[in-house]
């Protein structure tokens, strides 16, 4: 006998129950007709995507909860959409070899896989034995940090981290005021919306406990996660002591530090750490913290709207994430020294030299580089000569260059700062 459960059979699924003289033969289909053309198309990342599959057919799609994962998904054209939090969903991977056989040629999604008993099984199963079948397995953390994943499958996936909004999307989802960005974020849900959906952020911090750190990870004490979480968020882009937070979130130090790794695998707070070669006059052991979305930073700050000194910590969390997004890369770092001069980013490239980013909301008229800017560059060149010196604003509309005491520095725009990272 046969049972469709969609409207539209695509993909055909045998498969044996237990219990039942006929083969029940379960039909999963596409996307219904017209479903992916409604939603909002994101050629980069839909690119990321078709590039990771012509390397490996397991693809890794990870990033916070409702950051836009399912949606990004769906709008692909001929894919198998498996949403493995409903029970019926689950069942059809009691054999997982069954299961692979069926979907021969076909490219699917097995969203929320980490609600699988056995998640790893079906993908190691799909990189070795199944290299026609293209899957997009997705979760809110990295892999390794979801104890259901035996294996992490080195060797066998490429992971995709899809970060908040990029600056280059925000026209696909109907605003192009930074203003905008800064204050409702980069989840798509909320960006789209025309005031600060202030329920919806608390919605997704009660969401992030039940469904993330409580299926994920053992820990207990919600209050003493949720504050230290918002007092992080709260001081976003400051040095971190762990002893601080002790007091107010009623725990040890070492519970602190296992929260902060915890914040740190779900992508809800990133660790930037001082970049130092132990020279003496270096900071070397103070990391700085960054929340993941400008929306919630502003919501835990308590911001219904900016003023003109809070947009330059707003930019530079923007300027994070399009590193984060673009590259998709988390190993960059800061440097200070004991002088107080700091660089908010450096990136050391493949050939040792060490690129210096500062971020910079706005450029004075005429270009001109703030004297506190040179001096910060030219400290940090007097240890590391080798690299490109970057200052990222949001005012201009073409790079130029800029001589500081002999030293060249460029400003651009952010997407020239991405292009020209590319390519070292």
Same mark, same amino acid.
């Given at each position: ?56 057919? %397991? ?5 916070? $909860? ?15 959409? /498996?949403?493995? =939090? *409903? ?25 929320? %896989?980490?609600?699988? =008993? ?77 005031? %600060? ?24 004490? *919600? ?15 400051? %040095? ?95 440097? $200070?020294?004991? $002088? ?7 990136? $050391? ?11 910079? /909301? ?25 690299? =490109? ?36």
């Amino acid at each position: 006998m046969a049972l469709s459960i969609f409207q539209t059979p695509n993909v055909r699924l045998p498969l044996t129950l237990d219990g039942l003289n006929d083969k029940l033969t379960l039909y999963l289909v596409q996307l219904q007709p017209g479903k992916a053309s409604m939603l909002v198309q994101r050629p980069f990342w839909q690119q990321m995507i078709e590039n990771a599959w012509q390397k490996r057919n %397991i693809i890794w799609l990870m990033g916070v $909860r409702r950051i836009g994962k399912t949606s990004l998904c769906q709008s692909l054209p001929n894919i198998a959409y /498996f949403d493995c =939090e *409903r029970p019926r969903t689950r069942q059809l991977f009691y054999d997982p070899e069954d299961f692979l056989e069926g979907q021969r040629g076909n490219h699917i999604v097995l969203d929320e %896989i980490h609600r699988l =008993e056995n998640p790893s099984e079906i993908l190691k199963l799909a990189a070795d034995h199944y290299p026609d079948v293209k899957i997009i397995a997705t979760g809110s953390s990295t892999l390794g940090a979801t104890a259901k994943f035996k294996d992490t499958l080195t060797g066998r996936k490429t992971e995709i981290w899809l970060t908040p909004l990029l600056l280059h999307e925000m026209n696909l989802f109907g605003h192009e005021n930074i203003r905008h960005r800064f204050l409702l974020g980069g989840f798509p849900s909320f960006f789209t919306k025309k005031q %600060i959906p202030e329920k919806e952020f608390q919605e997704w911090i009660d969401a992030y406990w039940a469904k993330d750190i409580q299926d994920i990870f053992s820990i207990s004490k *919600r209050y003493s996660f949720q504050k230290f979480a918002e007092l992080l968020l709260a001081n976003s882009g400051g %040095i971190f002591e762990a002893t601080k937070f002790t007091g107010p979130c009623e725990v040890t130090r070492p519970t602190i530090v296992n929260y902060l790794a915890v914040l740190e695998e779900t992508f809800v707070i990133h660790v930037i750490r001082p970049y130092s070669t132990h020279k003496p006059t270096e900071i070397v052991m103070a990391p700085k913290v960054y929340g993941f979305d400008t929306g919630f930073i502003c919501h835990a700050k308590g911001w219904g709207e900016l003023r003109q000194e809070d947009t330059g910590l707003m930019w530079e969390h923007c300027i994070l994430n399009e590193i984060h997004g673009n590259l998709q890369m988390r190993s960059l770092n800061y440097w $200070r020294d004991k $002088r107080g001069h700091e660089i908010d980013f450096v990136l $050391r490239l493949k050939n040792n030299a060490i690129n210096a980013i500062e971020c910079k /909301f706005s450029i004075a008229s005429g270009g001109t580089i703030a004297s506190e800017v040179g001096k910060n560059f030219q400290a940090f060149r007097r240890l590391y000569p080798e690299g =490109e010196n970057f200052v990222v604003a949001h005012n201009i509309d073409a790079s130029f260059k800029r001589k500081y005491n002999g030293l060249t520095i460029s400003v651009v725009s952010a997407q020239e700062l991405i292009n020209k990272l590319k390519f070292d």
